[in-house]
């Protein structure tokens, strides 16, 4: 029995539908039965959980051949990284008393970083994790290419792309949710002693400008990348209800300057940008 929380995200999504269409029993986390009622009519056996909920998280871990985690994101955290903490601390003592068989825990490119940002949380993750005494795999995702999602409607409508990704000709590491769920599913499916890190990307780096030229392919008309202002981001966070947009603010600016990166030499997935970009204008495509 393999475990996946986030099983209403893109993610664990995927690897449900990959573990499932193995034959692979499965059992679906979440914390909204209703949401989740699709896996149980799959075949999933459903369990309820908060992710700060140590006594429910140890539930619905139990018996576990290897769980999958992902933790849940926050985008404007206090001060700290209170949110996550909590939710680090319910997952030791969940794991601890559960004792699954194996753990691939969804991380982030930079998770190592020095400098505090907003990717500094997963770093929290795997500095806690790592010490359990289950075999634990740290899954470095790149930058999601369905991140674009938010753009597609102010592309269309005035035919610009704004990017906080500047310049707009360098390329960044990004991975489409699909080969990220692939790979996930199929580390459950090995077994490793110990911990280890797996760093992901798509076949090659993105551009902003590879962004704009494959959105104009697909909406049949051209869109232009134009760069946001540094100065002007913090205004633009905060009046997006933001209270604390510096971490946000501080990740961007890692991917520009290029101290958020890969650690290692990152493994290649299959899933271009036109597809992944496709996907999101085409559902089901």
Not at 166 to 182: E, F, H, K, R
Not at 214 to 227: H, N, Q, Y
Not at 230 to 248: A, C, K, V, Y
Request: charged share 20%.
């Amino acid at each position: 029995m393999f475990v996946i929380t986030g099983v209403t995200g893109q993610v664990g999504g995927i690897i449900a539908e990959r573990l499932l269409e193995a034959g692979v029993p499965i059992r679906a986390v979440a914390r909204n039965a209703e949401k989740a009622a699709e896996w149980k009519n799959k075949g999933a056996e459903l369990a309820l959980a908060e992710m700060t909920d140590a006594d429910a998280l140890t539930k619905a871990l139990a018996s576990a051949d290897g769980v999958f985690l992902l933790i849940p994101p926050t985008f404007d955290p206090t001060p700290g990284f209170t949110e996550v903490r909590a939710v680090i601390a319910a997952l030791k003592t969940a794991l601890l008393s559960s004792r699954p068989a194996k753990v691939v825990c969804l991380s982030t490119i930079g998770a190592q970083a020095g400098e505090p940002n907003l990717l500094s949380q997963l770093g929290l993750v795997e500095e806690t994790l790592s010490a359990l005494p289950m075999p634990i795999a740290f899954l470095r995702a790149g930058w999601f290419m369905e991140n674009t999602a938010w753009d597609i409607a102010p592309a269309r409508e005035t035919c610009v792309l704004s990017s906080f990704l500047q310049p707009l000709d360098q390329p960044y590491p990004m991975v489409s949710v699909l080969d990220v769920g692939a790979k996930a599913a199929e580390l459950l499916q090995h077994e490793w002693v110990g911990k280890q890190v797996i760093e992901l990307m798509g076949p090659e780096g993105v551009t902003p400008n590879d962004i704009a030229a494959v959105l104009s392919s697909i909406l049949g008309k051209t869109i232009r990348a134009e760069p946001v202002a540094r100065d002007t981001w913090e205004q633009i966070f905060s009046d997006q209800g933001m209270q604390n947009p510096l971490p946000r603010m501080r990740m961007i600016d890692g991917f520009n300057e290029g101290w958020i990166r890969f650690e290692g030499e990152p493994v290649k997935g299959t899933t271009t940008l036109e597809t992944a970009m496709g996907r999101l204008i085409s559902p089901g495509r």
